[in-house]
């Protein structure tokens, strides 16, 4: 077969194909759209053809003939973070699945004015559709308030907002957490708290005070973090301060659950520094179950995220938006899953 066209004259076009594979334009068209009813002897011969030339098909070419430049975007906010930075992996990695590009663009908050910006930005790129992963409650403002010139589906964005949208069950996965350690005992579970301003802070914090209240459990206060180690750090301190030689155990003290495993740790490094032993005093328990959560010491009882089934799940809203399929108040819940692992056990008393 033919080697491909030297670089210096010029890249190889579809009629390089056809004319290596000796068939006509039209057919090697189809092979590549990927269209049936082409025998699989003369499919061959094109993909042979295309890989021996090195042919890439010109994007911005067939963007002006179909109207589609097969490019998503995606507006993120919080990406520093493991939620919404794996969530984007998912979303790039869904979008390859189904031949689209993605054009990100990360912002540390997203009001009004910063959504605008963003939106005109990947308006400029020739997006057809976008991604919003909305995990703050400035950014669902945003949302709601603003207008857009494609369609748009949101992740994490609760379901008050005029987008489809898909979202981890949160209230669902903390309730799991907090009956699982209820099962196990103890009178009561303690809450290490995101952020007030996100919402899967918000839904966390509904899920643990459900569990509670359905069982008649005391619901102690709520400890806010930032969702770092740091703050579960220093929030683990004051709560070994309960349990010191000078007060001794605390009998409503035996359970804490972390709304993410970053502020576990956190705790835990700050329990172990105190003589506070893990499960054996006080059971701790995550969120996320992020890559290193089974490696903790001990290893961390937490809620799993399928991050790429909500990957998949938004890209495929997305793409029906565009196909014309989709309603506007369509949403997908995604469900947690229970981790089980070693950090939560029987309370001393049990």
């Not at 949208?165 to 957490?177: E, Y």
């Not at 070693?342 to 309370?347: D, E, F």
Request: aromatic share 4%; charged share 20%.
């Amino acid at each position: 077969m033919p080697v491909r066209p030297s670089a210096v004259d010029r890249p190889p076009t579809m009629a390089d194909v056809a004319r290596v594979a000796g068939v006509s334009h039209q057919t090697v068209s189809r092979v590549l759209s990927g269209q049936p009813h082409v025998r699989d002897a003369t499919r061959t011969k094109v993909q042979r053809a295309v890989e021996a030339l090195g042919y890439r098909r010109n994007s911005a070419a067939r963007a002006l003939v179909t109207r589609r430049t097969r490019t998503l975007g995606v507006i993120a906010v919080g990406t520093a973070f493991h939620g919404p930075a794996s969530t984007l992996c998912a979303l790039e990695e869904a979008a390859r699945e189904q031949g689209y590009l993605v054009s990100a663009v990360g912002l540390r908050t997203m009001g009004q004015g910063e959504f605008a910006r963003a939106m005109g930005h990947l308006g400029e790129w020739g997006v057809e559709g976008v991604v919003v992963i909305g995990s703050q409650r400035q950014a669902a403002e945003a949302l709601a308030e603003s207008s857009s010139p494609f369609p748009v589906v949101t992740v994490q964005g609760g379901r008050g907002l005029p987008h489809p949208g898909v979202s981890l069950d949160q209230r669902l996965g903390a309730r799991l957490i907090t009956e699982h350690l209820l099962s196990a005992g103890h009178t009561t579970v303690w809450h290490v708290a995101g952020p007030a301003d996100w919402l899967e802070a918000e839904e966390r914090t509904a899920g643990w005070r459900e569990a509670l209240e359905a069982v008649g459990a005391p619901v102690p206060p709520v400890l806010v973090g930032d969702w770092s180690p740091l703050s579960g750090f220093r929030i683990g301190q004051r709560l070994a301060g309960r349990m010191g030689p000078s007060s001794g155990p605390d009998p409503e003290l035996t359970a804490v659950f972390a709304a993410n495993d970053q502020m576990a740790l956190g705790v835990l490094r700050a329990f172990g520094e105190n003589g506070v032993r893990t499960p054996a005093d006080v059971a701790v328990a995550g969120f996320d179950d992020i890559p290193e959560a089974e490696f903790f010491p001990p290893p961390l009882t937490t809620v799993r995220q399928d991050f790429g089934t909500i990957g998949r799940a938004s890209i495929q809203l997305l793409i029906e938006r565009l196909d014309g399929v989709a309603g506007r108040d369509a949403h997908v819940t995604v469900a947690p899953q229970l981790m089980i692992r070693a950090s939560t056990a029987r309370p001393r008393a049990a």
